[in-house]
């Protein structure tokens, strides 16, 4: 069984902070991660998706990757109310193309 | 920026009809998905498609529900005799190529079964 973890939150953040949401997963094969956000009641929207170990850096979002450990964050920098969302980890193993989604990690960011 | 489309928004049907649910995937596009989202509960996969057949399915996609690619832009999932427990959001998506490749989810279609 293919499991992805999160906390289920929520999150508080001040704006401006730097909000840290992480993500472990079970299946040692997946090979790619994405970081989806979700406002409530609407459809999943990418924001970042990382293949190696290490970071990688778009704008105010970091994804973070540790095969090793088995855990993917995503940083979120100066944030601001409009971040406030769920956010979904979802994962690919090498045995096929399904997203296996995380339960998501609801962020407030309060002014 | 290109967007893959589903129709329609809000599905409302009795148990035990059929329904079909309709998306336009991004143009270029190879990889075609169907997700639902149960309110308050995880997104879940249902179902892949590539070069015209099921490339993966979960063990929720059984008998009652199929895919097909009647044309060279529309990729529909049908439900047949709906049970209450088939109301969800359903999101279709697309990828570019396989696994190494971002899947664009549409708005999703409620589907409200009474």
């Known amino acids: 069984q293919k499991e992805v973890e999160q906390n289920s939150g929520p999150l508080s953040v001040p704006e401006g902070a730097i909000a840290s949401l992480n993500c472990t997963y079970s299946?040692?094969?997946?090979?790619?991660f994405f970081w989806y956000r979700q406002y409530s009641g609407k459809s999943p929207e990418l924001i970042m998706f990382?293949?190696?170990?290490g970071d990688k850096e778009d704008g105010r979002f970091t994804a973070q990757l540790n095969k090793a450990s088995q855990y993917v964050s995503l940083l979120i920098r100066d944030s601001q109310p409009s971040d406030s969302a769920t956010y979904l980890c979802?994962?690919?193993?090498?045995?096929?193309?399904?997203?296996?989604f995380g339960g998501g990690t609801r962020l407030m960011v309060k002014p | 920026e290109p967007e893959v489309t589903q129709t329609p928004s809000h599905q409302v049907t009795q148990m035990g009809q059929e329904v079909i649910l309709r998306c336009v995937p991004i143009?270029?596009?190879?990889?075609f998905y169907w997700y639902r989202q149960i309110l308050g509960q995880k997104v879940e996969f249902l179902v892949s498609?590539?070069?015209?057949?099921?490339?993966?399915k979960s063990e929720i996609f059984d008998d009652q529900f199929s895919v097909e690619r009647p044309d060279g832009s529309n990729f529909t999932l049908k439900i047949r005799s709906t049970k209450l427990e088939d109301s969800a959001m359903y999101f279709c998506?697309?990828?570019?190529?396989?696994?190494?490749?971002?899947?664009?989810f549409g708005d999703g279609t409620r589907l409200s079964i009474l």
């Open positions: 143009s270029n596009h190879l990889y």
């Open positions: 299946d040692r094969g997946s090979q790619s």
């Open positions: 979802a994962v690919i193993s090498n045995a096929g193309n399904m997203l296996t």
């Open positions: 998506a697309s990828s570019p190529g396989g696994a190494d490749q971002p899947q664009h």
């Open positions: 990382i293949y190696s170990n």
């Open positions: 498609f590539y070069n015209n057949e099921i490339s993966e």
